[in-house]
């Protein structure tokens, strides 16, 4: 559930990106998040981050600059 979970489902509903990145600190333990992954035909990747911990900002791969992808934070 929050903010960045609903962010994720309506950019991946809104079809307008090919790609869409999201973080959280723990995507083992987010059910909701696996489900949106499942539906979402290899649209979605999710990204461990805990923005507390330094090593995980620094650890992400940096995405393409060639539109249209997105990423979300929750």
Same mark, same amino acid.
């Given at each position: &559930?929050? $903010?960045?979970?609903? $962010? =994720?489902?309506?950019?991946?509903? /809104?079809? /307008?990106?090919?790609?869409?990145? +999201? #973080?959280?600190? &723990?995507? +083992?333990?987010?059910? /909701?998040? /696996? +489900? $949106?992954?499942?539906? &979402?035909?290899? *649209? %979605?990747?999710? %990204? @461990?981050?805990?923005? =507390?911990?330094? #090593?995980?900002? %620094?650890?992400? @791969? *940096?995405? &393409?600059?060639?539109?249209? #992808?997105?990423?979300?934070?929750?």
């Amino acid at each position: &559930s929050g $903010l960045g979970l609903e $962010l =994720t489902r309506q950019l991946l509903h /809104a079809r /307008a990106y090919d790609r869409v990145f +999201a #973080t959280c600190r &723990s995507p +083992a333990t987010a059910p /909701a998040l /696996a +489900a $949106l992954v499942a539906a &979402s035909g290899g *649209r %979605l990747t999710v %990204l @461990p981050m805990d923005v =507390t911990d330094e #090593t995980t900002l %620094l650890l992400q @791969p *940096r995405p &393409s600059r060639r539109p249209p #992808t997105t990423w979300t934070s929750f």
